[in-house]
């Protein structure tokens, strides 16, 4: 059997491996793109696929296709959308700016599957660009997947996985309620808080985040399909993107658009940079967050050891019993990675000359790295450090998730100087300061430098200095 045939494209004669789906432009393609080693994701070629599908279908209504080349092509879509012929995707991400290589890519399999499907012999002549590319253009039709596909890595990856870990740090707010410990302002002592309500705080970010990617994905649900090469609708009937819109909601359950305008909508990737803009943000709370945690798990001897993490794995290979933060230092990794794509999603953003953004694949390849990476963080975050997590191979511990050092946070609480602060109201600022300073300098506690110098009476320091109240409003007098 040969390993290669021969095919041909506007620009000559080209071989192709022989049990290849695609063809001429696929190879070409394949053999400048030697770039990364990287391919466009598979919810990327799932949204392609589809696009496609929706677009054999009205193209039937307005009688541009026949049924059967129709049915045909709309079933060969299908199955590349299902990851049937993901093998056949063997391009570079790093390629045209466009897309095309890719777009053509998708016409090449579908059309050869579609004519397989026909029976060779007896099928109509269907080609890559006049039957299954009909009223399209790569410059409508890439944006248009990369939308769909962000959309559905958000619906059901990144909300799901988010809106999980919410409740998981809502959940250790509400059981941390009443545990008392020593709040902390540049690094240093300040005044009590409780543990539910450092998480509270954790779990209002999180929940801010989700809020932020539902308010970035309302313009992701404009599409430009229908625009073809420029905006202008050229080479398809007026329509044909509302059609092909209702056809891809009907297939997704998303309530996607027209663009508004669709020379915006080719010309510039302004709503996916917004989209990262969200992902960024999202990642910068979840350092914050973790990088928090990491901080109060620090010790279990020398460091504050405020909270204790479930214990995953051995944490040195010199160092017998260490047990490091793993997860915490992973969802780390990911913001740093998630806010590096962002920068390079805003960049890509920025060149849009003219009539088209040239940065399409690249776009789309971070972004949809950017949502699995945060999505399988949060998991990860919740799963395995937060919360109760389910019982994983080599990890059978995590039973509670995050527990709190209830002595320890007594103890630092008891040994601080901060809460001085509500003896302020009482004896003044001057003598509050007098009072902590004498502490630091002696190593004795607030309440024994007060009672020592007969400032205060017993009940009344109590009642001043009474911890738990101390993480409410109010003045202690």
């Not at 214990?311 to 793993?326: A, R, Y």
């Not at 999603?345 to 690249?362: D, I, K, R």
């Amino acid at each position: 059997m040969p390993k290669y045939r021969i095919e041909s494209d506007t620009m000559g004669a080209v071989r192709v491996p022989a049990g290849a789906r695609y063809g001429a432009q696929t190879a070409r393609a394949a053999a400048n793109f030697r770039i990364s080693g990287h391919r466009f994701p598979r919810g990327f070629i799932r949204a392609l696929g589809l696009v496609k599908a929706a677009a054999a279908r009205v193209n039937l209504t307005y009688g541009l296709l026949n049924p059967r080349t129709a049915a045909a092509i709309g079933r060969a879509a299908r199955e590349v959308a299902e990851g049937r012929w993901d093998g056949e995707f063997v391009l570079d991400v790093f390629q045209t700016g466009s897309g095309t290589s890719t777009n053509m890519n998708a016409n090449e399999v579908i059309a050869s599957r579609a004519r397989e499907l026909l029976g060779r012999r007896k099928a109509p002549k269907i080609g890559p660009n006049d039957e299954v590319n009909k009223c399209q253009s790569s410059n409508d039709v890439i944006p248009t997947a990369i939308h769909l596909a962000v959309l559905e890595a958000l619906d059901r990856g990144l909300v799901p996985a988010m809106e999980k870990l919410a409740r998981g740090l809502e959940k250790k707010s509400r059981e941390f309620g009443k545990v008392v410990k020593t709040g902390r302002t540049h690094l240093q002592d300040a005044v009590p808080v409780t543990l539910g309500q450092e998480f509270s705080g954790w779990a209002a970010q999180v929940r801010k985040g989700i809020g932020r990617v539902r308010t970035a994905r309302i313009n992701l649900l404009e599409l430009p399909i229908g625009g073809t090469a420029l905006g202008t609708g050229l080479n398809a009937p007026a329509g044909f993107g509302s059609r092909v819109c209702r056809e891809m909601g009907r297939s997704t359950g998303l309530a996607v658009r027209p663009a508004r305008n669709r020379f915006e909508a080719i010309g510039a990737r302004d709503a996916l940079v917004e989209a990262s803009g969200a992902l960024r943000t999202v990642a910068v709370s979840l350092v914050k967050i973790a990088s928090d945690i990491r901080l109060l798990a620090s010790g279990p001897r020398a460091g504050i050891g405020e909270i204790v993490l479930p214990e995953l794995q051995p944490g040195s290979s010199i160092m017998p019993g260490k047990v490091n933060p793993v997860i915490p230092e992973v969802v780390i990794q990911v913001g740093a990675q998630v806010i590096g794509n962002d920068a390079t999603v805003t960049y890509g953003g920025m060149l849009g000359q003219l009539e088209l953004n040239a940065m399409m694949p690249m776009i789309a390849r971070n972004l949809l790295e950017s949502v699995s990476l945060l999505a399988n963080a949060s998991t990860a975050f919740n799963d395995l450090c937060i919360a109760k997590g389910p019982r994983m191979p080599g990890n059978p511990e995590n039973a509670r998730g995050i527990s709190a050092n209830r002595e320890r946070c007594r103890e630092l609480l008891d040994r601080g100087l901060m809460p001085v602060t509500a003896l302020a109201p009482r004896l003044g600022y001057r003598e509050a300061a007098r009072i902590a300073k004498e502490a630091a300098r002696t190593g004795k506690t607030v309440r024994e430098i007060v009672l020592d110098r007969k400032l205060l009476g017993a009940d009344e320091l109590a009642r001043i200095l009474d911890y738990r109240r101390m993480t409410g409003p109010g003045i202690r007098k």
